[in-house]
């Protein structure tokens, strides 16, 4: 069978699953004695083992295989949870990744795996020598259907069985064999359970023998007698099954679970969503977003059309129409838009292994995790906090010795929060380390000719702190392969600026240190001021504008043979639009301009305009790849009577 | 279809004739997405030099080449001909502002005309010359073309 062309759904799928159990196997090192996140584990590996399998992946499937085994017996309590299990496991999970990739890129699975599979291997033969005779007895667990079937049975006076069967040595046709059996028992009552599950009985995925547990009102003998007419079939043990033992067990189990009750109901909430979930391509995705788009200009359009002719009937159609566009698009927006939880899954398993390594203790606290943000901020938004978490790690976080030292808790505290305001996304990394020492970046900034002493002096701690984002900037003197090279916040600053975001730290000597990131929720839709400079038409985001005002001719200074605008205690630097631009104007010089008061972090400027046309939500529209890249310029957007306006890039002004 | 005739390279080429000034054009019916009547045409600042600007395509945004100053031709007045050819060339689509389109037509081209290499024109944007009755039809090669517009926008990067 050609498989290829599954190869997309299998390293999505596959790459969830990856994820579902690195996700699982932190919690159940939290709760090693958690079952249903066993069971969850379990789930996940064996359909990693399927698929795998599907695909003819045989080094993947043997790894799921050998881990599934271990995992059997983790679930049958035949060894307990422990540290370097976990480990084992985890590095399992790494090579798998690894497998996939391989796959992806070059076709075929990269064979890497032997030594886990040995591992793996010693570690379930260690602990099966006791795991096959228990079989038998063990499984006789019930989910919860099958304990309401029984019970309810019971009540109304049906008897349960436990069934078990064996076949003869050499039988040909074990499943027709098997099918005889459940046709013979059919007729006596209702077959509630087999072990192993019917499907496998059919593939004969069996030994010689199979359990049934079966609901009836005849008696033991008379089903013995009947199945024992079956040739081959003979009936091993039949025994009534102990309906309040089981139920017992189960409430047990149940009450052992209730700490971690939380735990499990977000695990079943996230089997719920899954449930509810359709994959679409997100080419698909995008065209629909670019159609809507479409429609909301046509909306414009026909509501300025409209205007000029004072129908009432007409008017309240358009209302109507441009209410469903409205829904329309906060939909598809809605569509696009994916939990935060997708990135921050990662991190748990990063920080672990990281604050391992560098022998720190690190408590990580999640919060906000089903924040959602636009598919295509998701996808840009991990690389940046990567960074920062590395940073916070590796330079933020003291060794716990120095934290005891200085009266802090021997565990550090890693923040790592989501939160929607308004139409935009605050991401915040905090750390209760060191924090940054002010005094050290202007020695070092000095030092490394990042900036001339005397300017120095006149930097405020606010804008110190912005040195770090410059390029080749690091206090660590001590280069290492978490972080230190340099390298990181520049690249985070500008990965940010990308995403028309902003990124501020707040630090505090011995306290600790916050990352502010600040996003839009999405990057094709978008609120914007629209302005006229001479006769052309501009767009400039309103995310980046502060304010607007008249320009006051006497508050207008010249400085250094710059213009500036003093507004209240603000000193502007001024930009003449028509000079930037290179309107060609008219020359009327018209007694009225404008400033906006536009920022890019906590720096500001003036833009000076000829006329404020109004607030609009505008659909940013790339230029093609003729006009890609040009500077100032980030796109531009069709207006509602159809002409085109450029949107000016605020943040290339600076 | 390629032909020997004499020591002429001969290729039979269907080409979308236009005009430009009293010059006579062809691009090649490949190259060729629509031809439009002129929009509303807007200004890019910071764009270069050959781009005149941009104009809405039913919702897509298509720059507009200056195609006379790079042929070094001068478009006639609004005669009420005048149209915008919508060419693409790879991943590239862009508008060509001429002064009337003539129509669709097959041309014999050679691309080693002497005529062409002696006549005072930039040759590096025509591929080769047909003759249409007794018209000489200039076959533009939008390839280069495009390619030049794209250089000097990085020269203007720089």
Avoid at chain 1, 167 to 172: D, I, K, N, P, R
Avoid at chain 1, 290 to 295: A, D, R, T, Y
Avoid at chain 1, 462 to 478: C, D, M, P, W
Wanted: proline share 3%; glycine share 6%; hydrophobic share 40%.
């Amino acid at each position: 069978m050609d498989v290829s062309k599954y190869t997309d759904i299998f390293v999505a799928e596959s790459q969830e699953h990856l994820d579902n159990l690195n996700k699982n196997l932190l919690l159940l090192e939290k709760n090693p004695d958690n079952k249903s996140v066993l069971n969850e584990i379990f789930r996940s590996a064996h359909t990693l083992k399927g698929m795998a399998a599907t695909m003819g992946l045989e080094r993947m499937a043997e790894l799921t295989h050998e881990m599934e085994t271990v995992l059997t017996l983790l679930k049958e309590g035949k060894i307990a949870v422990k540290q370097d299990i976990i480990d084992l496991l985890l590095s399992c999970l790494d090579d798998l990744n690894a497998m996939i990739r391989g796959f992806v890129n070059e076709g075929k699975e990269p064979s890497i795996a032997q030594g886990l599979i040995d591992a793996l291997r010693k570690l379930s033969e260690g602990g099966s020598d006791s795991s096959q005779e228990q079989t038998k007895s063990s499984d006789l667990e019930f989910n919860e259907y099958e304990l309401s079937v029984l019970k309810a049975s019971k009540e109304s006076n049906y008897k349960s069985y436990h069934i078990i069967i064996e076949l003869a040595e050499g039988t040909v046709m074990k499943s027709a064999r098997a099918f005889m059996v459940f046709r013979c028992l059919e007729d006596f009552g209702q077959i509630i359970k087999c072990i192993p599950p019917v499907q496998d009985l059919e593939e004969e995925k069996f030994d010689n023998s199979f359990e049934i547990f079966l609901i009836t009102m005849d008696d033991a003998e008379k089903i013995a007698t009947n199945l024992n007419n079956i040739s081959e079939v003979r009936v091993a043990s039949i025994t009534e099954v102990n309906i309040d033992k089981s139920l017992s067990a189960v409430s047990a189990a149940k009450n052992n679970n209730k700490d971690d009750s939380k735990v499990e109901n977000s695990i079943i909430s996230s089997k719920a969503l899954h449930l509810k979930t359709v994959r679409v391509d997100i080419d698909r995705l995008d065209d629909m977003m670019n159609l809507v788009g479409e429609l909301v200009i046509n909306k414009t359009r026909l509501e300025q059309i409209a205007s000029g002719y004072r129908m009432s009937e007409l008017e309240e159609a358009i209302e109507q129409m441009g209410r469903l566009t409205t829904d329309l698009q906060s939909l598809v927006m809605k569509v696009r838009m994916v939990p935060i939880r997708q990135v921050f899954d990662r991190f748990p398993r990063m920080v672990r292994d990281i604050s391992h390594s560098l022998q720190k203790n690190v408590e990580l606290v999640i919060e906000g995790e089903q924040t959602e943000l636009d598919r295509t901020v998701i996808d840009e938004i991990g690389e940046p906090l990567v960074h920062l978490i590395r940073n916070a790690l590796d330079h933020g976080i003291e060794p716990p010795d120095e934290r005891v030292a200085v009266d802090k808790p021997k565990t550090a505290l890693l923040r790592l929060a989501a939160r929607q305001e308004g139409n935009n996304v605050i991401i915040e990394v905090e750390d209760d380390g060191r924090g940054m020492d002010i005094d050290e970046i202007r020695k070092q900034a000095i030092n490394k000719g990042f900036i001339d002493p005397r300017e120095m002096e006149h930097l405020d701690d606010k804008a110190v702190l912005n040195i770090i984002f410059e390029q080749g900037f690091s206090t660590n003197n001590t280069v290492n392969d978490i972080s230190g090279r340099g390298i990181g916040m520049d690249v985070v600053k500008s990965k940010i600026e990308s995403l028309n975001g902003t990124i501020d730290i707040e630090t505090e000597k011995g306290k600790g240190t916050k990352v502010i990131i600040n996003l839009p929720l999405t990057l094709a839709i978008i609120q914007a001021l629209l302005v006229k400079v001479g006769e052309e038409q501009y767009a400039i985001p309103l995310h980046s504008i502060d304010e607007t005002t008249f320009l006051i001719p006497e508050q207008i200074k010249m400085v250094q043979n710059h213009e500036v605008f003093l507004l209240r205690d603000m000193v502007l630097p001024l930009i003449r639009c028509s000079r930037l631009l290179e309107v060609p104007t008219a020359d009327k010089k018209n007694s009225e301009e404008f400033v906006v008061v536009v920022h890019k972090g906590a720096q500001r400027l003036g833009l000076v305009v000829d006329e404020l046309v109004g607030q609009q939500e505008i659909v940013i529209k790339p230029l093609g790849n003729l006009l890609a890249g040009i500077p100032g310029i980030a796109g531009a957007t069709i207006l509602g009577n159809g002409q085109v306006a450029t949107i000016l890039d605020v943040n290339s002004l600076f | 279809m390629k032909q020997e005739a004499g020591t002429y390279r001969l290729e039979r080429r269907q080409v979308v004739h236009f005009t430009i000034g009293s010059e006579n054009y062809g691009l090649e019916v490949e190259q060729v997405q629509e031809i439009i009547r002129p929009l509303p045409v807007t200004r890019v600042p910071f764009a270069p030099a050959f781009i005149e600007g941009v104009i809405n395509l039913r919702g897509s945004i298509i720059p507009v080449i200056k195609l006379d100053d790079l042929l070094g031709r001068q478009l006639s007045e609004n005669n009420g001909y005048s149209r915008v050819i919508i060419a693409h060339f790879q991943e590239i689509t862009v508008g060509l502002k001429v002064d009337s389109v003539k129509g669709v037509v097959y041309l014999n081209i050679d691309i080693d005309d002497p005529i062409l290499k002696q006549a005072q024109i930039k040759t590096r944007y025509l591929s080769g010359i047909g003759k249409l009755n007794e018209q000489l039809i200039l076959l533009l090669d939008l390839a280069s073309l495009l390619e030049d517009v794209k250089l000097n926008k990085q020269e203007e990067k720089c």
